[in-house]
């Protein structure tokens, strides 16, 4: 069964670097073909998507966020890591990583973290 389970603080200041890992069991991150994602939801708002990072390493940004993220992984530890910096009270959400067969296409997401709440002071 594979399981994504993602880690981080649930408070960081507004200007400093959000990160965030997503620990994956039952499946390799390296392995399979599949994408490693992050999504954020905002209180009353949709799903964002925000990047991802493939089996071979490459990785891909939403547009509107690339200029401050950046998606890592440590194949040896299998699990992938989401910074943003600098962050801003509009940065508050829950975050999620998902696996799935594609990037940015919820409908290719067979596998989600259960998510962490992030929040932003000033």
């Known amino acids: 069964q594979v399981q994504l389970q993602e880690s981080g603080p649930g408070l960081v200041k507004s200007s400093q670097t959000l990160s965030l890992t997503c620990i994956v069991s039952?499946?390799?991150?390296?392995?399979?073909?599949?994408?490693w994602n992050w999504i954020r939801q905002p209180p009353g708002k949709g799903q964002e998507w925000m990047g991802a990072i493939a089996y071979s390493g490459s990785t891909y940004y939403n547009p509107s966020l690339k200029s401050r993220t950046a998606i890592s992984r440590d194949t040896s530890k299998n699990q992938f890591t989401l910074q943003l910096r600098p962050v801003t009270p509009e940065d508050a959400a829950v975050y999620y990583c998902a696996r799935g067969k594609g990037y940015n296409d919820y409908t290719e997401y067979d596998v989600w973290g259960q998510g962490t709440q992030v929040a932003v002071s000033s």
């Open positions: 039952g499946d390799s991150i390296s392995a399979n073909g599949y994408y």
